[in-house]
C-alpha cells in the first residue's frame, strides 16, 4: 500500500504499472514521468519504466491491509489498457470483492473497453468506476459508463482543458473536477470550473474541486468562489460495513504530491 495525498482517496494500489497516450488529457501524464524517475531510482516496479507491466505479487496485498481503506486502484496506469489481459482483470476484480471492507475506485480512460467487459464483470459494491474527461471530444465515454452496473460511477475531468457546455449526468453519482499540475501545465479557466459546477448543482450531483493546477499547485491550491468543494457520493449502501457511510463523510481533503 502507498498512502496518497490525491485529495479524493487515501491509498493506492498497482497491480498493473505503465500506459499510452490515448487522448489530449495524457500529453503531460504525470504517471509516465513518476515511471520514469522510479526506473532511475531503482525501484524493482519499474525496471520497464512506464511500459505496460503486470505485477502478480502485489495482487493480493489488499487482502492484508485489515484498516478499511479507501484504494485508488492502478494510480500508475489503466487497467482497461489493451496490454492488461482479461483474466488478470477478473483477478483483480475477484480481490477487490474479497476485500470487502476496502472501497476500490478504479478509472480509466478506456470506456470502450470497459463497456465491452462489463457483463461479465462480478461488481461487489465496494467497487467504484469512474472515466476521465478532459474536453467535449471525450464525452462519449461518459455515455459509456452510466450504465455500467457499478455502486458508485464517478467523473474524473482533470486535467480539463476546454468549456464542457452541457454535460448529461444522469446515472453519474459524482464529479471530480481540476487542473494540470507540472511543468507544462496547460491552463484552466475558471468559468469552464464553475460552468461544471453548477451543472452538477442543479442535478443534484456531488462535485469535488481538487485542483487548479499549474506548475506550482500548492500556490494556486482549491479554493474555487471563496471556499473548498470537497462533496462526496451520498447514499453509499455497504451492507456488510457501515463504516463506509462515516468515512465518506471524513474522507481527508490534503494536497496531491503527484
Known amino acids: 500500500m502507498a498512502l496518497s495525498k490525491i485529495e479524493w482517496t487515501e491509498s493506492t494500489w ?40 503486470l505485477h502478480e505479487h502485489v495482487l493480493e496485498y489488499p487482502l492484508a491491509w485489515k484498516k478499511p481503506q479507501t484504494i485508488f486502484v492502478n494510480s500508475m496506469s489503466d487497467l482497461f489498457h489493451a496490454k492488461v489481459p482479461d483474466f488478470f482483470i477478473f483477478q483483480i476484480f475477484n480481490i477487490m470483492k474479497q476485500a470487502n471492507w476496502h472501497r476500490f475506485q478504479v478509472l ?35 455515455d459509456d459508463l452510466r450504465w455500467i452496473p457499478a455502486q458508485i460511477k464517478f467523473l474524473s475531468i482533470e486535467p480539463l482543458l476546454g468549456p464542457l457546455s452541457t454535460i448529461e449526468l444522469n446515472g453519474i453519482d459524482w464529479v471530480i473536477v481540476g487542473g494540470e499540475s507540472g511543468p507544462a ?13 453548477e451543472q452538477c448543482i442543479e442535478q443534484n450531483v456531488p462535485f469535488f474541486f481538487k485542483q487548479w493546477g499549474g ?5 494556486t491550491g482549491r479554493i474555487l468562489q471563496g471556499r473548498t468543494w470537497d462533496n462526496l457520493p451520498f447514499g453509499i449502501s455497504i451492507k456488510h460495513n457501515d463504516n463506509f457511510q462515516q468515512a465518506a463523510k471524513t474522507m481527508p481533503h490534503v494536497e496531491c504530491s503527484l
Do not use: H
Open 14 to 53: 498497482n497491480p498493473v504499472t505503465g500506459c499510452t497516450k490515448i487522448s489530449s488529457g495524457c500529453e503531460n501524464c504525470y504517471a509516465e514521468r513518476m515511471a520514469k524517475r522510479l526506473k532511475l531510482m531503482g525501484q524493482p516496479n519499474y525496471v520497464n519504466g512506464f511500459q505496460v507491466t
Open 108 to 142: 480509466t480512460k478506456r470506456s470502450d473497453r470497459l463497456k465491452k467487459l462489463s457483463s461479465k464483470l462480478d461488481w461487489p459494491q465496494n467497487v467504484w468506476i469512474g472515466v476521465s474527461v478532459e474536453n467535449e471530444v471525450v464525452k462519449y465515454r461518459i
Open 185 to 197: 501545465a496547460r491552463e484552466m479557466k475558471q468559468e469552464w470550473v464553475i460552468q461544471i459546477k
Open 215 to 219: 506548475a506550482n499547485k500548492k500556490k
